[in-house]
């Protein structure tokens, strides 16, 4: 069965302390693994993209790497408006389907 | 350019009644999708649609229905609306599946008493 699954469910950061997030998927012949971030009654918002093993991808203070079982999400001196919850998502080889991880609850505090 | 839009924002409905949220994209993307999202459940793929006129079962299609007439506009439909249906649901749509990333509508918030 196709899962993704975020861990760890909510962190609570002080202002500077750097992170990851961690997204481990057993998603069948895997095309792509997506990150968004989603702020409190907003739709997500995309962030990343990633293909293939060993590829990394950088915005801001944000990180995204892979490897073959799972993703992470590098956050370096996070301040307290990179508080969101991110989400990740496995795209499926076959069909035409995002599997959503359930996501993790950043708080970052001054 | 609007990007997606979801109307209604928030909507109450009683068990029984029958509804349709509205999603419209100006991008001309071909892929559109609805979800739904649950506390502690993540998104999950109700129906999507590949273009207009072709639209297909997602992971919870039950007592939903999709129909796409045009590239820009994706209902979607509750039949009879359940207190199971009470969730936040979201119109998502990219250029070409997977290829693109997807923009999310800002969701509808259904509560169903």
């Known amino acids: 069965e196709d899962q993704v699954t975020q861990s760890p469910e909510a962190l609570r950061l002080q202002e500077g302390e750097s992170s990851s997030l961690n997204c481990s998927y057993t998603v069948s012949g895997l095309r792509g693994l997506f990150w968004y971030r989603q702020d409190p009654g907003k739709g997500p918002e995309f962030l990343f993209t990633?293909?293939?093993a060993g590829e990394e991808k950088e915005k801001e203070r944000l990180k995204a790497t892979l490897t073959k079982k799972e993703s992470f999400l590098h956050i370096t001196a996070p301040k307290p408006e990179d508080s969101a919850t991110y989400l990740c998502a496995g795209l499926h080889n076959a069909g035409n389907m995002l599997t959503f991880g359930g996501g993790t609850r950043l708080m970052v505090k001054p | 350019n609007a990007g997606v839009t979801q109307t209604p924002k928030f909507q109450v409905l009683k068990t029984g009644q029958s509804m349709t949220l509205q999603c419209a994209q100006d991008m001309n993307h071909e892929y559109m999708s609805w979800y739904r999202q649950d506390p502690g459940m993540g998104l999950r793929l109700i129906h999507y649609?590949?273009?207009?006129?072709?639209?297909d079962q997602g992971e919870v299609p039950n007592g939903y229905n999709v129909s796409r007439s045009t590239t820009e506009d994706f209902p979607l439909r509750l039949l009879s609306a359940a207190p199971s249906q009470t969730s936040v649901y979201f119109c998502a749509s990219m250029a070409s599946f997977g290829n693109t990333e997807a923009f999310f509508g800002q969701g509808t918030r259904l509560t169903v008493v």
């Open positions: 649609s590949v273009g207009a006129g072709i639209t």
């Open positions: 990633l293909y293939s």
